[in-house]
T-cell receptor, first 110, second 115 residues
């Protein structure tokens, strides 16, 4: 599986935008980019995914570089509830399970 | 609420024992995944079933086994337990196996403590 690299931790102020980066320089043409997050004491939850174009949903936006070697998860206005570990995962076309890395631990301060 | 139900929520047992963790997937989901999360290893994929058949295997120990029943619920059996097996065990489900876009829905986990 192609690997992703994320910062171990990031910090943001409440109500400010947060940009969570992910590098995936060995991504293949059929890999989708998925983002999940895990709030304290809970199971992971789906955030967003994309292939080539930028994507928006009610939770976040996903900006994908033109060469697809990096992507950024954007939380438009961070809330205290967004404090979680965010995982950037590549999912192979022929793969089934998600292989989670270490993720980025996001701290949101009031 | 993801719709995925895991039991028990907490389990304390001794080394050498055997335990069974149970997972009921979301209604209509055919695929079930098991993950182990420990402090030092992070979230590790163990095994996946699709409509009763084993579909993919990850870092699952030989002491561990799983199955998916005709009603689609799944059980993860852990035997000859060791201290290092203490972890959170998550079950996830999705509608279709092999789909790049099918999101996984995770349960709240079963916390296993081996003393």
């Amino acid at each position: 599986d192609a690997k992703t690299t994320q910062p171990n931790s990031m910090e943001s102020n409440e109500e400010e935008p947060v940009h969570l980066p992910c590098n995936h320089s060995t991504i293949s043409g059929t890999d989708y980019i998925h983002w999940y997050r895990q709030l304290p004491s809970q199971g992971p939850e789906y955030v967003i995914h994309g292939l080539t174009s930028n994507v928006n949903n009610r939770m976040a936006s996903l900006a994908i570089a033109e060469d697809r070697k990096s992507s950024t998860l954007i939380l438009h206005r961070a809330t205290l509830r967004d404090a979680a570990v965010y995982y950037c995962i590549l999912r192979l076309d022929s793969g089934y399970a998600l292989n989670f890395g270490k993720g980025t631990s996001l701290l949101v301060t009031p | 609420d993801s719709g995925v139900t895991q039991t028990p929520k907490h389990l304390i047992t001794a080394t050498g024992q055997r335990v069974t963790l149970r997972c009921s997937p979301r209604s209509g989901d055919l695929s079930v995944y098991w993950y182990q999360q420990s402090l030092d290893q992070g979230l590790q994929f163990l095994i996946q079933y699709y409509n009763g058949e084993e579909r993919a295997k990850g870092n699952i120990l030989e002491r561990f086994s799983a199955q998916q029943f005709p009603d689609l619920h799944s059980e993860l059996n852990l035997s000859s337990l060791e201290l290092g097996d203490s972890a959170l065990y998550f079950c996830a489900s999705s509608l279709r196996a092999g789909s790049n876009t099918g999101e996984l829905f995770f349960g709240e986990g079963s916390r296993l403590t081996v003393l």
